[in-house]
């Protein structure tokens, strides 16, 4: 069994002012018992009162806070977020409501085990999810976990899932280069074909429509498709 002493959670967010702080504030009620909890978060170009947010919240949470006025995309910013994590362990949070933080307990108790170094967070796997943004983000999500099991020989029931979780030092020797939603497919592209297995945990998950500020678009698709096909093709992933 691995002895975690800090989980590292990196936060892209952009745009996000009304839940950014409804969320961290569900982050730090946490119990994560003697694990310390070391919290990243990239605002990435947000032009409304995001960093208002933010800033206002460091005040009472010890937060690192990195901010850039120009909107590049969530790898970007998740890319610059693992940079400044000192964790021997790191996850990721969107700033929406979507994910429950209280999960990533049960994702650390599986990461303590000596064999494992990623685990995720699978939506498809909690029966108590009956829900979805649409019947597009449902079978756009199903049609990439599919084709990553079949591209790297994976067993996963959900590929595009945000919460994801890994051992530091193999994140961080990915040399990751994505800069919008497609970093995700890249992770686990890479991940999967270094051979490591990826484990997951059940959920919970409450999702939001366009409408209520989901990012995720069509478009997105396509390039997390693309990235999946296209680190199949290379022949070294390092």
Known sequence: MKII?????VVPVYNEEKTIGKILEKLYKVDFGKIKLEVVVVNDGSSDGTLKVLN????????KIISYSENVGKGWALRIGFKETTGEVITIQ?????YEPS???KMLKKMSDSNVRVVYGSRRLNKKNNRNS?????????????????LYGGKLTDE?????????????SLDLKSKRFESCSEITAKILRKGINIYEVPIAYYP????EGKKIRLKDFFENLGALLKYRAINEIR
């Open 5 to 9: 002493k800090k989980l590292s959670v």
């Open 56 to 63: 206002n919240f460091s005040k009472k949470y010890p937060i």
């Open 94 to 98: 969107d700033g929406d409501l979507e």
């Open 103 to 105: 999960d990533f307990s």
């Open 134 to 150: 649409g019947i597009i983000f449902l079978w756009g999500g199903l049609a990439l976990t599919w084709i990553a099991n079949i």
């Open 160 to 172: 595009p899932t945000c919460y994801k979780m890994f051992e530091s030092k193999l994140l961080k």
């Open 208 to 211: 939001r429509s366009v409408i």
